[in-house]
Nanobody, 119 residues
Framework: QVQLVESGGGLVQAGGSLRLSCAAS????????MGWFRQVPGKEREFVGG????????TYSDSVKGRFTVSRDNARNSVSLQMNSLKPEDTAVYYC????????????WGQGTQVTVSS
């Protein structure tokens, strides 16, 4: 059974940094793509960034490109989201997700972690 557990959320001032981690367990993720999403109450969940576990290639939304970095740690079976130059509009619940490389939708989700950026 796939389990994704996020950690590292919290309160930070605008311009600051936070690092989120996602511990993945339950299977081998070598053929999976890991994604980070965020959601604000009343709005749709938004893609933030993703990484191919096998190749390490990454993709980002335009709103975070150049500020956020997704990385993986094969030894620890974890994925991280380094967030720099945070803005109040980055405030959201952040979710880690996983999808098999041959599928387009993410089927496995973590419980989410709150990130609040104060102005």
């Amino acid at each position: 059974q796939v389990q994704l557990v996020e950690s590292g959320g919290g309160l930070v001032q605008a311009g600051g940094s936070l690092r989120l981690s996602c511990a993945a367990s339950g299977r081998s993720f070598s053929n999976y793509v890991m994604g980070w999403f965020r959601q604000v109450p009343g709005k749709e969940r938004e893609f933030v960034g993703g990484i191919s576990w096998r190749t390490g290639s990454t993709t980002y939304s335009d709103s975070v490109k150049g500020r956020f970095t997704v990385s993986r740690d094969n030894a620890r079976n974890s994925v991280s989201l380094q967030m720099n130059s945070l803005k109040p509009e980055d405030t959201a619940v952040y979710y880690c997700a996983a999808r098999w490389i041959g599928e387009s939708s993410y089927k496995h989700w973590g419980q989410g972690t709150q990130v609040t950026v104060s102005s």
